[in-house]
């Protein structure tokens, strides 16, 4: 069925994993934030805003290193509505953004999940569940 198909082939069945959380943070551990963060780099005194879909506030999402929650404000741009709480992530994209950047969650090697774990944040729903918005 594949012939004359170039570059197409059919591959014998194999167990898969994916390279997601497995106990160790594996974005921060792979750019070296895990090192920064060794030496008290955290991301302490930044602000990052983060225009996507949205936020779960979360624990890890939502806290820095002690546990303080660290989101100052949200947005809802699509409503025009000033509010963490009704920055409300729809499709779960700009949450997976934010914790990309800043978690705060430990992982069983004792590093963070996030670069920046200590960075205040603030969350702007500017796109909807299915990642669409507009200029105006």
Do not use: C
């Amino acid at each position: 069925a594949l012939r004359g198909t170039d570059g197409l082939f059919v591959a014998a069945d194999a167990p898969l994993k994916t390279a997601g959380y497995a106990g160790v943070p594996y974005v921060a551990r792979h750019i070296g934030a895990s090192t920064l963060h060794a030496t008290g780099i955290t991301g302490k005194g930044v602000t990052i805003a983060f225009v996507d879909t949205g936020i779960w506030t979360n624990n890890a999402v939502s806290t820095n290193t002690a546990g303080k929650t660290v989101v100052l404000q949200g947005y809802d741009a699509i409503r025009h509505i000033v509010s963490t709480s009704k920055a409300v992530d729809e499709s779960g994209h700009g949450t997976h953004v934010m914790s990309v950047a800043a978690s705060s969650r430990l992982g069983t090697d004792g590093t963070y999940a996030g670069v920046a774990p200590d960075a205040s944040r603030v969350a702007v729903k500017a796109f909807g569940k299915d990642g669409s918005g507009s200029y105006s």
